[in-house]
């Protein structure tokens, strides 16, 4: 069993560079959740937490034939970012998705290909309703043959949110132990309207006064189970609010937490490019650049160093020592300047090191090996086909996810201008 | 006065690659719009339209310090982008934009920089409706000293919403004056509820029953001034829908049309990124490929243009005698291939025309100058200082939003996977 609070569950970050509340601040929270619980000891009773995600939607609003939830993002489909978002979260034991028939062989690949653990599959229904339903009866006790246990607390979220963080994640179930059932809120975007019969404006609602309910949300397992064994086949057919339904069969009034703009659901196309656009920006924040322990290189390397720090957060110089600790820590960037050896032995080095940490399997890692070559002393077609074998190499590791480009600085002194055409590489 | 129905009215499109409905769709819906004025003479008679763009907003919901409508994309800011789709309507007669006196200036400067058309100035208010009232009250006749005259109908847009199209603005223009006012709105993506004043859940409204109140909206003006000399200081300063102000104070009840997908308003930073992406893929959809007549080269150039027509819908080969035309026709990606001369002589005569046609004012114009070059027969140091001339070219012209880029091929004899690596760098 895992330790609570999550605040000292150790690896902080096992997703990569999604902001999550850390430390006391988590700490602070998870204590007001076992301070909740009847009976439970202050500081060590974890709540058995479980998530259900309801993935059976067409996506039709997309206007692609693939349902959203399955559609790429940097060649992943995008409902494994969002299984990934909830993996991370140490106290969550179990994820049950729910995906039509049709998908579920589909579903099983991702996971395996994407390892993610945890996660059992049930079969959507027609409604979002009615698999969120499903999901929750594989969670019940009273099912047969079914290797998960019913939770305290079970997170109700969308496979197309694949942006929630720990800290909105431990604020609704905290408060779903306190009050039954919570949801996460949104400002209104839009003024809503109330269209007559006849296609005009009736009337419109106060902005101020209304939110948008988003996801995730969080009920005590017995509410929400209740609310659905209860509620109506109408409900379960037009429907598309749970809290509304915790409501009218439990009389639960749920609380309403304020999330962050990240929570919004991918709904049209545009929202893709967006999502894509914000994972690209999260991986690209942190470069490593790799150096052989040469004089020279180190003065080449610090230069780039310099250039680079101009435009992100985290650049690191390393001559190699440290590497492995750098890839642990989910760098996707690198910079290999091969001054001395004319093998591109570093850059061999690198690529193995990548391959054998699995790094890859998430999101693509992008590596510029960089050839300082002596104009003067080495013949051209010898260079030539030295990039010539960067090729063959990059064709051999973008199978693993891994992009090689090769760079050959050939010019008898490298000046600024060269280090600057690198920086422009690494943003392009 | 420029001709009515606007289905008729000269070159189609001023603006690129912005979809509209156009021929016989718009001609049909012109003539409803005559029809419905009284005495108007069918088919014959404009309307005399204008629009108001409020533009005052602070940004704060973005988190950067730049009002997002002043948000650069692809280095030219938002609200140009919206100002060029609604100039690029010709029935459209004059644009009032509301901007704060502290951004007057910058504004100025941006309507000069990409050369819009018919754009009057006025200062916001502090509220989204006082900056609505203040465009509207330069319109109305009593103003004096005022260039502008009163239209018979009122568009009011979002500074924010880039993407209108010309079907939508004619659509609710055309209700606006059989109704007296009529306005955009898109199913809810959330479902709407309200908060109780201890924060939890009060109700939740049935989300097939409401809908989000988008732009543009349109009404007869006499109706929405009228609404906005009558309303209340509290409706000036809290209220968000100006369909709300023609109902209460002008009992006009507006039609509601459906909108597209597109005319979502940018909130969030993601919402730059997804405007970034969707304008990036419209620009690139068309490439041409120039080449010298001679036979070799219309070889590789229809090998290229097959490889391209895999993943673009227009791809044109030319030898340069109808490059004038399809620079016209607002063509923003060309592949120059240059396999007999040294000298880079077709690039430098496409960048000539290109800077000449000033196309590049409102998108980046992408050039990729390919040279194929004898790996035997020529020296490679005097064609690395080709590839440095070219490095020249390049800063030259980013000055003028032209992107040139260099790609040599010294090999002695081209492949297909030379042509792969072009088409992959027109994609990258």
């Known amino acids: 069993m895992e330790s609570w609070p999550p605040g000292g569950s150790g690896p902080a970050e096992a997703g990569p560079r999604l902001r999550g509340l850390r430390g006391a601040d988590l700490a602070a929270s998870a204590s007001l959740l076992s301070g909740a619980g009847a009976g439970a000891e202050a500081g060590c009773s974890a709540p058995a937490v479980a998530a259900v995600l309801p993935a059976?939607?067409?996506?039709?609003?997309?206007?692609?034939?693939?349902?959203?939830?399955?559609?790429?993002?940097?060649?992943?489909?995008?409902?494994?970012?969002?299984?990934?978002?909830?993996?991370?979260?140490?106290?969550?034991?179990?994820i049950v998705v729910a995906v039509t028939g049709e998908n579920?062989?589909?579903?099983?690949?991702?996971?395996?290909?994407?390892?993610?653990?945890?996660?059992?599959?049930?079969?959507?229904?027609?409604?979002?309703?009615?698999?969120?339903?499903?999901?929750?009866?594989?969670?019940?006790?009273?099912?047969?043959?079914?290797?998960?246990?019913?939770?305290?607390?079970?997170?109700?979220?969308?496979?197309?949110?694949?942006?929630?963080?720990?800290?909105?994640?431990?604020?609704?179930v905290t408060a779903a132990k306190e009050h039954g059932a919570a949801g996460a809120i949104r400002p209104l975007?839009?003024?809503?309207?109330?269209?007559?019969?006849?296609?005009?404006?009736?009337?419109?609602?106060?902005?101020?006064r209304h939110r948008a309910s988003e996801m995730p949300q969080a009920f005590l397992f017995d509410v929400i189970y209740e609310a659905y064994q209860q509620c109506s086949d109408y409900d379960l057919e037009f429907g598309t609010e749970c809290l509304h339904l915790a409501l009218k069969y439990c009389h639960i009034k749920a609380k309403l937490i304020e999330g962050s703009p990240d929570l919004w659901k991918v709904t049209y196309k545009r929202d893709l490019y967006a999502a894509e656009s914000i994972i690209k920006e999260r991986i690209s924040q942190q470069i490593c650049v790799v150096m052989d322990a040469k004089e020279d290189e180190e003065h080449v390397g610090h230069r780039l160093e310099e250039m680079l720090k101009n435009e992100l957060n985290h650049v690191k110089v390393t001559s190699g020592r440290d590497l492995q600790q750098i890839i642990l820590e989910q760098c996707y960037?690198?910079?290999?300047?091969?001054?001395?050896?004319?093998?591109?032995?570093?850059?061999?080095?690198?690529?193995?090191?990548?391959?054998?940490?699995?790094?890859?399997?998430?999101?693509?890692?992008?590596?510029?090996?960089?050839?300082?070559?002596?104009?003067?002393?080495?013949?051209?077609?010898?260079?030539?086909?030295?990039?010539?074998?960067?090729?063959?190499?990059?064709?051999?590791?973008?199978?693993?996810?891994?992009?090689?480009?090769?760079?050959?600085?050939?010019?008898?002194?490298?000046?600024?201008?060269?280090?600057?055409?690198?920086?422009?590489?690494?943003?392009?």
């Open 56 to 94: 059976g939607g067409s996506g039709e609003r997309m206007g692609v034939p693939t349902p959203k939830q399955f559609c790429p993002i940097l060649e992943r489909p995008l409902i494994s970012y969002t299984l990934q978002a909830l993996e991370r979260v140490s106290w969550i034991k179990d």
């Open 104 to 172: 579920m062989e589909a579903m099983k690949c991702i996971i395996q290909r994407y390892q993610h653990k945890g996660i059992s599959l049930v079969e959507s229904g027609v409604t979002r309703h009615r698999s969120i339903f499903n999901g929750l009866k594989a969670l019940a006790e009273d099912q047969p043959n079914c290797r998960l246990s019913k939770p305290e607390v079970v997170i109700i979220h969308d496979a197309v949110r694949p942006f929630v963080e720990e800290d909105v994640l431990l604020k609704v």
């Open 189 to 208: 975007v839009s003024t809503v309207i109330s269209p007559s019969v006849d296609g005009c404006l009736d009337h419109s609602l106060e902005r101020a």
């Open 333 to 428: 960037n690198f910079v290999c300047v091969n001054v001395m050896t004319s093998d591109f032995e570093e850059t061999q080095k690198l690529l193995n090191m990548l391959e054998e940490s699995n790094l890859s399997i998430l999101y693509p890692v992008v590596v510029i090996s960089v050839q300082f070559l002596d104009y003067e002393s080495v013949p051209f077609g010898q260079k030539m086909e030295n990039l010539m074998q960067i090729r063959e190499f990059a064709k051999e590791v973008k199978k693993t996810n891994i992009l090689l480009y090769g760079l050959l600085v050939y010019y008898p002194q490298w000046e600024t201008g060269l280090l600057k055409a690198i920086v422009d590489l690494v943003f392009s």
